[in-house]
């Protein structure tokens, strides 16, 4: 995308932004280091030690406190911006903040923040510069602008499925008795940077066999592969920012009729809420079908977790898939569906796909087979 092209995005989604605060009764956003900020004004900073936030404000360009050393980044934006910088020395920061927040006009008004993302170092800091103003939370608001992905959004997801998928593929013969999930995930993360992931991982892979299997979060470890072992791996990529989030389960060699049964079960029910995916239905309507699938099975207490999540720039963000969420779907939202079995101490089976809601139905990302597949070497 060329430089016009970038700032254009930027200018509309800060727009957006705009007409959103004004929509919830907010007349600021403070946003520290993260995906929301990325989004709206396209760079990249990391939480460290020095606080660095944005401050938008209606009718007013953005303001942003930052370290010195960080100021090149915004040296060739092509888009207007305050920036008000400081030196290492702390005893510094606080007066710097107050100009900024100040500039912004801030202080004695309603000043939207991300709950999950502010730290108490910036909050404190804010709080100090403008003593008067209302902190609240912007959550509902910010979660609506980035909800509905537009298409070039939607091809980086895309992009991002396919460099897993590539990566996964590659990896495959490395998988055989004897090699440990630790080993494991050490190829798979240096296959998806040979296929082109971006450096910062959207998670560190989960690679989880046998008894490990049926922790949905389970760490890499050295424990190594053996005959009759279920084997979920759990990984993504990132590409231009955005992510993939993707799980397969193997069989290692002949496994036990009930495991190789709750995979056909995992399987249907992963096709289910797929399906179930279209405009106009609630979220919790595609958890509902993907669990009655396992629950009609005889597996519903196996099932510990939600459906799915949102993904994006971040690996989990709305919408929720979750049977509760009244939530309904839209063009433009991704998410995961990710049914799953866990027999405790025996092993657990997951299936998980991206899927974009579209116009008239939904698109799933991933195609990567979701046969039964038997890996014996």
Same mark, same amino acid.
């Given at each position: 995308?060329?430089?016009?092209?970038?700032?254009?995005?930027?200018?509309?989604?800060?727009?957006?932004?705009?007409?959103?605060?004004?929509?919830?009764?907010?007349? *600021?956003?403070?946003?520290?280091?993260?995906?929301?900020?990325?989004?709206?004004?396209?760079?990249?900073?990391?939480?460290?030690?020095?606080?660095?936030?944005?401050?938008?404000?209606?009718?007013?360009?953005?303001?942003?406190?930052?370290?010195?050393?960080?100021?090149?980044?915004?040296?060739?934006?092509?888009?207007?911006?305050?920036?008000?910088?400081?030196?290492?020395?702390?005893?510094?920061?606080?007066?710097?903040?107050?100009?900024?927040?100040?500039?912004?006009?801030?202080?004695?008004?309603?000043?939207?923040?991300?709950?999950?993302?502010?730290?108490?170092?910036?909050?404190?800091?804010?709080?100090?510069?403008?003593?008067?103003?209302?902190?609240?939370?912007?959550?509902?608001?910010?979660?609506?602008?980035?909800?509905?992905?537009?298409?070039?959004?939607?091809?980086?997801?895309?992009?991002?499925?396919?460099?897993?998928?590539?990566?996964?593929? *590659?990896?495959?013969?490395?998988?055989?008795?004897?090699?440990?999930?630790?080993?494991?995930?050490?190829?798979?993360?240096?296959?998806?940077?040979?296929?082109?992931?971006?450096?910062?991982?959207?998670?560190?892979?989960?690679?989880?066999?046998?008894?490990?299997?049926?922790?949905?979060?389970?760490?890499?470890?050295?424990?190594?592969? #053996?005959?009759?072992?279920?084997?979920?791996?759990?990984?993504?990529?990132?590409?231009?920012?955005?992510?993939?989030?993707?799980?397969?389960?193997?069989?290692?060699?002949?496994?036990?009729?009930?495991?190789?049964?709750?995979?056909?079960?995992?399987?249907?029910?992963?096709?289910?809420?797929?399906?179930?995916?279209?405009?106009?239905?609630?979220?919790? #309507?595609?958890?509902?079908?993907?669990?009655?699938?396992?629950?009609?099975?005889?597996?519903?207490?196996?099932?510990?977790?939600?459906?799915?999540?949102?993904?994006?720039?971040?690996?989990?963000?709305?919408?929720?898939?979750?049977?509760?969420? *009244?939530?309904?779907?839209?063009?433009?939202?991704?998410?995961?569906?990710?049914?799953?079995?866990?027999?405790?101490?025996?092993?657990?089976?997951?299936?998980?796909?991206?899927?974009?809601?579209? *116009?008239?139905?939904?698109?799933?990302?991933?195609?990567?087979?979701?046969?039964?597949?038997?890996?014996?070497?």
């Amino acid at each position: 995308m060329s430089g016009q092209n970038q700032s254009s995005r930027y200018l509309l989604r800060q727009s957006n932004l705009m007409a959103a605060l004004e929509l919830a009764g907010l007349d *600021a956003l403070a946003l520290n280091p993260g995906s929301t900020l990325t989004y709206l004004t396209g760079l990249h900073f990391h939480l460290m030690e020095r606080p660095t936030v944005i401050l938008f404000a209606p009718h007013a360009d953005p303001v942003i406190i930052l370290p010195e050393l960080e100021v090149g980044k915004i040296s060739s934006l092509d888009y207007p911006i305050r920036s008000f910088a400081f030196g290492d020395d702390p005893s510094t920061w606080a007066a710097v903040f107050k100009t900024a927040s100040q500039a912004a006009g801030i202080d004695g008004r309603r000043v939207g923040v991300e709950p999950r993302a502010l730290r108490f170092l910036e909050l404190r800091i804010l709080e100090g510069a403008a003593p008067q103003a209302h902190f609240v939370s912007a959550e509902a608001t910010l979660s609506s602008l980035r909800v509905h992905k537009d298409e070039s959004e939607i091809a980086s997801m895309r992009q991002a499925v396919d460099i897993a998928q590539k990566a996964l593929q *590659a990896t495959l013969p490395a998988i055989r008795v004897g090699a440990s999930e630790r080993e494991l995930a050490s190829e798979l993360t240096l296959q998806l940077l040979q296929n082109g992931s971006d450096t910062e991982f959207p998670f560190r892979p989960i690679i989880a066999g046998g008894p490990n299997s049926a922790n949905p979060h389970s760490v890499p470890t050295d424990r190594k592969l #053996q005959q009759g072992d279920l084997l979920i791996i759990d990984w993504g990529a990132a590409f231009d920012g955005y992510i993939s989030d993707l799980t397969r389960t193997f069989a290692i060699g002949k496994i036990d009729p009930e495991l190789e049964r709750i995979y056909h079960v995992v399987a249907e029910a992963n096709a289910a809420g797929r399906s179930a995916a279209r405009p106009g239905v609630p979220a919790g #309507q595609v958890d509902a079908a993907a669990r009655a699938v396992i629950e009609k099975a005889g597996y519903g207490k196996f099932f510990i977790h939600r459906t799915g999540h949102g993904i994006g720039m971040e690996g989990h963000e709305e919408p929720y898939i979750y049977g509760e969420n *009244a939530l309904l779907l839209e063009p433009g939202m991704t998410f995961t569906v990710e049914p799953g079995i866990y027999l405790p101490g025996r092993g657990g089976v997951r299936i998980e796909d991206n899927v974009a809601i579209t *116009a008239s139905g939904a698109e799933s990302l991933s195609d990567m087979s979701r046969q039964f597949l038997v890996l014996d070497r």
